[in-house]
């Protein structure tokens, strides 16, 4: 779809054939099973082959076959085992599945809560000090982080590959999930359930630091006062989410692209020509809906309440500079 939608090798880690590099406690336990449930279902599909093929050879017909005119109708034993074992099978992958179903669903009660919101087409990770951060969720390592998860339109799912997660993400109610990263570093966030046009870029990625570099973070996004307006513009634009449906290089995306659109008229789905100025951008930044770019379908969602007026004039700064 564009080029956020291009999964970034190095968000993922070098990892198995069959997974990205696992980063969180539970993560081992889940790759076990899976291998588990892969090695018997290979071995069971390859005896049953070859007993399919043996059979084939063994009871061909033919007029001088005795083998093949003899018919077993009954065998207790045989059917006992070709029930029990398999039942056995079963139940020792429902109890490993039962256990890491209960490690994921049951966090710690000193765990960090984090809300997360999800709408067409982004995250939004709400912390308790009351910073807002969207495409991105920081976090300490080694430290259990629970997020309690919501969706705004339709159902999404929060998918991180390297933890090992996947959590629907529905209206109306809450889902959670929890993890524990045991390694810093910058790891994929998918959302894994089909949301509409822009579900392959509605990505973003978790960012894994130490406790200095977390307190540090939560610092510097509670000043950004001493920014420049097109800097702070510039940091809205990558940290808010602008990135995933606005270019600045003139490519078109989901919405029209900010190279350019300073002061440039533009024709709206009711065929009004406006000009991009300042009271266009925060009308269409606080109230998308109300004037849609022509060949655009009106899909973005409002940012009242997520961007503070000093950034909103940011933003205006950054678009003056995108020729
Ligand atoms: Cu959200 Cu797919």
Redesign the pocket.
Known sequence: MNTTSIINESLMGKGSFWFPAARTSLAPHTDQLYYWILWASIASFIGLFMVVVYFLWKYKYSPTNKVASKQIIDNIPLEIAWTVIPSLICLVIFYAGYIGFLHISLPPSNATEIHVV?R??MWQFDYPSGIKSIGELVVPVNEPIKLIMTSED?V??LYIPNFRIKRDVIPNRYSRVWFNANAIGNYQIF??????DG?SA?LGSVRVVSKEDYQKWQKEQNSGADLPLDVLGEKVYNSKGCNTCHSIDGSPKTGPTWKGLWGSNHKMSDGKMVVADENYIKESILDPKAKVVAGFQPVMPTFAGLLSEREINGIIEYLKKLK
Do not use: I, L
């Open positions: 999800a067409k087409w339709v999404h799912s959302c894994a359930e089909f949301c509409g579900h509605m």
